[in-house]
């Protein structure tokens, strides 16, 4: 079993917050930040920064007049 | 993009009132996804009602194509982004933005860990977020260049994987990610300033806006 070191989290720390990680490295990735205090914090703030970033960016709703437009492009009668 | 005035006849065949039906459904679900997606790349409510209005067109013109069961949001998505960069191309005037500086991957956190002020009032990457949370990150995420904007929607607002990204753009997975880092290196910088200046109105002599009195 190799032990990465904090490097290597970093090198892979968005493909692995991402679940883009394969399964061996996300293992290994996963082990040293349960362990890291300095990782674990940072793949904390990063989680937590992305989740700001989704919830302030999301949750448009399409203008009534876009859904209108819509249905006539079906040809929905009316 | 002008007015969409069209009549179902476009889509060549006649359409049944299954397909209609499926299609309509379509619409229902993703609707408010799309036009969310095309407000943040166009930063503009008409033309992302255009582009919207625009890819649902095309998607029903090409529904017949479509095989159900396969990943229907992708396949809008797709069509979303192509009519997007086709539209994009032809009015766009802005050069594809390189920044030289290598910053990091990890501009706000280090930010926060290195900010002196930070550390004296006390858990600095709680301040930060919090800075964060009070930031305008759409106008942030608007601002960040093309293509590297489009990449940062579709993984961390849409959460498509790399391999889904790499096919609606129709780009290698290793393009995704190389757009994907740098645009959120890119808006990280952009929330950095924002928060700093949070920070300066802060400590200036005027009182914190956001407190109570």
Same mark, same amino acid.
């Given at each position: 079993? !190799?032990? @990465?070191?904090?490097?290597?989290?970093?090198?892979?720390?968005?493909?692995?917050?991402?679940?883009?990680?394969?399964?061996? !490295? !996300?293992?290994?990735?996963?082990?040293? @930040?349960?362990?890291?205090?300095?990782?674990?914090?940072?793949?904390?703030?990063?989680?937590?920064?992305?989740? @700001? @970033?989704?919830?302030?960016? !999301?949750?448009?709703?399409?203008?009534?007049?876009?859904?209108?437009?819509?249905?006539?492009?079906?040809?929905?009668?009316? | 993009?002008?007015?969409?005035?069209? #009549?179902?006849?476009?889509?060549?065949?006649?359409?049944?009132?299954?397909?209609?039906?499926?299609?309509?459904?379509?619409?229902?679900?993703? %609707?408010?996804?799309?036009?969310?997606?095309?407000?943040?790349? #166009?930063?503009?409510?008409?033309?992302?009602?255009?582009?919207?209005?625009?890819?649902? %067109?095309?998607?029903?013109?090409? +529904?017949?194509? +479509?095989?159900?069961? #396969?990943?229907?949001?992708?396949? %809008?998505?797709?069509?979303?982004?192509? =009519?997007?960069?086709?539209?994009?191309?032809?009015?766009?005037?802005?050069?594809?933005?390189?920044?030289?500086?290598?910053?990091?991957? +990890?501009?706000?956190? $280090?930010? $926060?860990?290195?900010?002196?002020?930070?550390?004296?009032?006390?858990?600095?990457?709680?301040?930060?977020?919090?800075?964060?949370?009070?930031?305008?990150?759409?106008?942030?995420?608007?601002?960040?260049?093309?293509? +590297?904007? =489009?990449?940062?929607?579709? =993984?961390?607002?849409?959460?498509?994987?790399?391999?889904?990204?790499?096919?609606?753009?129709?780009?290698?997975?290793?393009?995704?990610?190389?757009?994907?880092?740098?645009?959120?290196?890119?808006?990280?910088? %952009?929330?950095?300033?924002?928060?700093?200046?949070?920070?300066?109105?802060?400590? $200036?002599?005027?009182?914190?806006?956001?407190?109570?009195?």
């Amino acid at each position: 079993m !190799s032990e @990465i070191d904090c490097n290597v989290v970093l090198e892979r720390l968005w493909a692995f917050l991402d679940g883009e990680a394969d399964e061996a !490295s !996300s293992r290994e990735l996963e082990a040293h @930040i349960e362990a890291c205090l300095h990782c674990r914090e940072h793949a904390d703030f990063e989680r937590r920064l992305r989740a @700001i @970033i989704k919830a302030k960016c !999301s949750g448009e709703r399409a203008p009534l007049a876009l859904r209108a437009a819509l249905d006539r492009l079906l040809g929905d009668p009316g | 993009m002008g007015a969409l005035l069209v #009549t179902p006849e476009h889509r060549g065949v006649e359409a049944s009132a299954d397909d209609r039906a499926r299609f309509e459904a379509l619409v229902a679900e993703h %609707l408010d996804g799309l036009y969310g997606s095309a407000l943040r790349l #166009t930063r503009n409510r008409a033309a992302a009602e255009d582009l919207v209005q625009d890819t649902f %067109l095309k998607a029903w013109r090409s +529904f017949g194509t +479509f095989e159900a069961g #396969t990943n229907a949001r992708a396949w %809008l998505y797709k069509i979303l982004m192509n =009519a997007y960069i086709d539209g994009y191309r032809r009015s766009s005037r802005l050069p594809e933005e390189v920044d030289q500086e290598d910053i990091g991957d +990890f501009y706000l956190y $280090a930010k $926060a860990q290195e900010s002196e002020q930070y550390r004296k009032a006390g858990d600095p990457e709680e301040i930060l977020l919090s800075r964060v949370m009070d930031a305008d990150v759409k106008e942030a995420l608007e601002r960040v260049p093309e293509p +590297f904007r =489009a990449a940062v929607i579709l =993984a961390d607002l849409e959460e498509f994987s790399y391999k889904e990204i790499a096919e609606i753009l129709d780009i290698p997975v290793g393009t995704v990610m190389s757009r994907l880092y740098r645009g959120r290196r890119h808006l990280q910088r %952009l929330l950095w300033d924002y928060a700093r200046r949070a920070g300066y109105g802060r400590d $200036a002599a005027s009182p914190p806006p956001k407190v109570p009195s």
